[in-house]
């Protein structure tokens, strides 16, 4: 199982979210947020 947006590995489920078919790394969406935050400042 990896990142279908970064292509990294998942070791386990909880490393991710399944979302629409595809799993999406918790590391990839904090980056994001924070991302998102700085835009806002």
Do not use: F
Not at 10 to 31: A, F, K, T
């Amino acid at each position: 199982m990896e990142c279908s947006v970064t292509g990294k590995s998942l070791r386990d489920p909880s490393d991710g979210i399944w979302d629409d078919g595809e799993w999406i790394s918790w590391d990839y969406i904090n980056e994001q947020l924070y991302i998102n935050e700085l835009k806002e400042e």
